[in-house]
C-alpha cells in the first residue's frame, strides 16, 4: 500500500471516528450458505458459515461506500425461515 492510500485511509478513521454507524446483518441460512441482507443499504452477500457473515457483510458495505471495512459497525441477527 501505498502511502498517499496509507493517509486516504487514515484520515478517514480520524473522519468517521467521531459517529461510527452500525449497520444491520440479518443472516438466513439458504441450503449450504447464509443469505445476508443489510437492509439500510439495500444490499445482499453471502457466506459459507455463521462465523463468516460479518466479515461478508463488512466487505460488501465497505465497497459500496468506498470506505475502510474498520470504519463502522456490523451487528449481526439471524432469522429462521
Avoid: K
Avoid at 27 to 40: L, S, T
Wanted: with cysteine; hydrophobic share 45%; net charge negative.
Amino acid at each position: 500500500m501505498d502511502i498517499q492510500t496509507q493517509i486516504g485511509r487514515a484520515f478517514l478513521r480520524c473522519r468517521y471516528a467521531h459517529r461510527m454507524e452500525v449497520y444491520e446483518a440479518i443472516a438466513r441460512r439458504d441450503g449450504n450458505f447464509w443469505f445476508v441482507q443489510i437492509p439500510e443499504l439495500d444490499l445482499f452477500t453471502q457466506a459459507r458459515t455463521i462465523e463468516g457473515v460479518d466479515g461478508m457483510a463488512r466487505d460488501v458495505i465497505a465497497i459500496s461506500l468506498d470506505v475502510p471495512p474498520d470504519s463502522f459497525g456490523v451487528q449481526v441477527g439471524v432469522r429462521r425461515g
